[in-house]
Each structure stands twice: as C-alpha cells, then as structure tokens.
C-alpha cells in the first residue's frame, strides 16, 4: 500500500506524463494506448488490470514504484482525475 498526499501522486503524475512525451513516436503512441485502454476498462467493468499493457508499458512504472505497489490511497485533500 502507498499512502500519500496529492501532492505528490501530481508531482508523480507530472514526471511519469513527461517521460511520456519526451520518449516520441511509438512509445508515447503505445502508452497513450495503453493508458486509454485501462481509463476505459475502468469506466466500463471496473477492472484496472489488462494483461497485454500490463507487461509492456506498466510493468516499467510499477518498478519504479517499489514493484510491490497495489494500492495507492490518499485521504488528506481532493485530488485531480
């Protein structure tokens, strides 16, 4: 579990977007894909796994967050969708 405050869940979300978009072409292509997908299939049956984007795209940025993270909570202030 990562408890935390949206400060930093924005701080995180502004270094993972940037990475994104400075990483040009097929990657930025393919994570925007795969970020669409999962938004998706949370909106629609409340699964946030897909086994595809998963292992490809993910699996890079749950590394970074300690490879164990299944939960990230926050409870101090509103945070932005």
Do not use: E, Q
Not at 34 to 57: F, R
């Amino acid at each position: 579990m990562f408890p935390s405050v949206p400060r930093l869940y924005n701080r995180i979300y502004s270094v993972l977007n940037g990475a994104i978009n400075s990483a040009g072409g097929c990657k930025t292509w393919l994570a925007k894909k795969a970020i669409d997908a999962k938004t998706h299939n949370l909106k629609a049956d409340a699964t946030y796994t897909h086994g595809c984007y998963d292992k490809l795209v993910f699996a890079k940025i749950c590394a970074r967050l300690g490879g164990k993270v299944r939960y990230m909570v926050t409870g101090s202030a509103p945070i932005d969708a």
